[in-house]
Every structure is written in C-alpha cells, then in structure tokens.
C-alpha cells in the first residue's frame, strides 16, 4: 500500500468518523451514516479498504453512542467489514444495483441477526427498520456520489483506485 492510499484511507476513516456523530433515530443508538464513506472506499481504493473503513467506522459510532450493545459491537464490525468488501467487489464488478440492494438487505436484515440469539426478537424486529433506513440512506448516497468520484479519480489518477 503506497502512501497517496494510506492518505486516501484515513481520509475516508476520519469521514466514518464524522459520519458516526449522524445518528439515525433507533433503539440503538450506534445507528449511523457512518457506512458511506465506507462504501465510497470499498470502490475507489478497493474491497479491503472499505472493509477496514467500515469496520472502524462502525466501532467509532458505537464508541459515541456509548457501546449500547457492549461486545457485540466487535461482531458487528466484522459484519460491516464483510457486507463493505462485498459491496466493493460487486460494484466493482458492474454489478452496481446488486452492491447497493446487497448492502442494505445485509447491513439492514441479516447483519442484526444475532440480536435475536443474544437480545430477543423484540429486541431485533424493534432495531431492523432503523438499521434499513440507515443502510438504505448511506447506499443511495454512495451510489450516486460514486460515479462523479470514480471520475474524479480516473482523471487525477488514471484509475479508480488512488
């Protein structure tokens, strides 16, 4: 990893970060917009990258929401790590509507899933639809910020990837 990428990458982190202060109203209170600079990351600097911003990204909001679901936090950063990577490869991939409809149906349905093992069902059926609304708005916003970046890129870098 060279230097402009390891920029690019706390770039992108800090903005996670920032992100992480945007709360969506849930029971959670680690719901976030903390998702999109991931994704954005997961395209232009790749799978792997998006995956470590994700999964920062998630661990931060959870800090500032102050760790509501404690060490299930760690499970669900490795989650965001998974559900970025995949968006990156798919995306990158072409299959654009396949990232975004992933994302969310997996950051927003079955990524909460052991909710039910450890918390309950009325825990999980309470917490998913902030978490769609919240997948839901950090993808479309990525997916529409993405094509302007990837040109961004493409003309300062000659490719997608910094």
């Known amino acids: 990893m060279n230097a402009r990428k390891i920029s690019w990458l706390a770039l992108f982190v800090a903005l996670s970060v ?3 202060m945007i709360k969506v109203p849930a029971p959670i209170s680690s719901v976030a917009l903390d998702s999109f600079p991931a994704l954005i990351a997961a395209v232009l600097l790749g799978p792997a ?3 470590a911003t994700g999964a920062f990204g998630h661990l931060v909001s959870a800090f500032l929401g ?3 679901m404690g060490p299930l936090h760690v499970i669900i950063a490795i989650e965001m790590a998974a559900v970025m990577w995949l968006f990156g490869r798919l995306y990158r991939d072409g299959f654009k509507r396949s990232a975004l409809l992933s994302f969310i149906l997996l ?3 079955v990524a909460p899933a052991p909710f039910i093992l450890f918390l309950g ?3 999980y059926m309470s917490a ?3 978490i769609v609304i919240a997948a839901a708005l950090n993808g479309i916003a990525a997916v529409v ?3 302007k970046m990837i040109a961004i890129f493409t003309k300062r870098y000659g ?3 910094a």
């Open 18 to 20: 920032v992100g992480g």
């Open 49 to 51: 990258a998006g995956a």
């Open 66 to 68: 102050g760790f509501p």
């Open 107 to 109: 950051n927003g349905v």
């Open 121 to 123: 069902v009325p825990f």
């Open 128 to 130: 998913v639809p902030g």
């Open 145 to 147: 910020l993405l094509p």
């Open 159 to 161: 490719q997608s990837h």
